[in-house]
């Protein structure tokens, strides 16, 4: 399988980070790269420059990490760390570019500190700019070795079923069950039926592909809150969602988006939506 990335500052949220996708990749079989990255320093600044003694700070300790925990991977997998230098979020990208990563992972608090329940200046950047799959998690997330529910709330745009595929994918690894749940934010049913018609689509692709499927509906004004709840009521593994769309009548439209995985105790897949797509 694709690697995975793993967005390393040192801070426990991501080293928390780190050991939930060493959980991935034994399961998926995929080897890990941990990326830590130093910031630019601007050539005005009246500070003196550690970029040498940060370096070989943060190669000391990736080789404490790397032989700590490369003995929790299964056997044939591997865990190693590239050190770069620029802006985090795309360096992170690149990296995930450059060895055709499967997903990212990051601390959704983090990875520079953020207070508990806002998601991180970078971790937000990381999952705004790059092109893979985002997985953040928070601190507190107790690390499990298998994914067996993934909530995947679906609205009447378009988009909404790009990230059926990936959902397909993680299902058919981890055997998981996944709830589609119909998400509306309106009682009339003319524009209920269009989401209903969205959903149908999905139903039927993971039909198709054997995959165990539990449907369901929501209608709320507060559809982030809705769709919470019905994440700790089904003790959901992941919530897989957009993390942009660009028409008018999606639920999870950037801010809404963003408070998603800022309240969410579950991890959050963010898929980046393509200009061209199908679902066949």
Known sequence: MQPLIVAVDFSNTSIHAMEYAISLANKMRSDIHLVWV????????VYPDTSNENRQ??????????AQYSKKLDKGITMDFKLKKGRIYREVDNMAKLV??????????????YEEFWIGSNAYKIVTYATNPVITVRHDFPIRNNVE????????SPETLQKIPFVHKLATLFNSEVHLVTTHNSHLKSIQRIADKIAQTAIAYLQKHKVNIVEDIIVANDLTKAVLNYAEKVDADLIAIMKE???????????????????????VLSIHPQEKFSLV
């Open 100 to 113: 055709d990563a499967e997903l990212i992972v990051t601390g959704a608090h983090g990875i520079s500190g």
């Open 245 to 267: 769309q660009e028409t008018p009548v999606n639920i999870l439209l950037g801010a809404q988006a963003q408070q998603l995985i800022n309240q969410s105790p579950v991890p």
């Open 57 to 66: 700070e943060a190669k000391k300790r990736f080789d404490e990490l790397c």
């Open 149 to 156: 529910r993934i909530l995947v709330p679906l609205d009447g």
């Open 38 to 45: 130093d910031k630019i320093n601007s050539q005005e600044s």
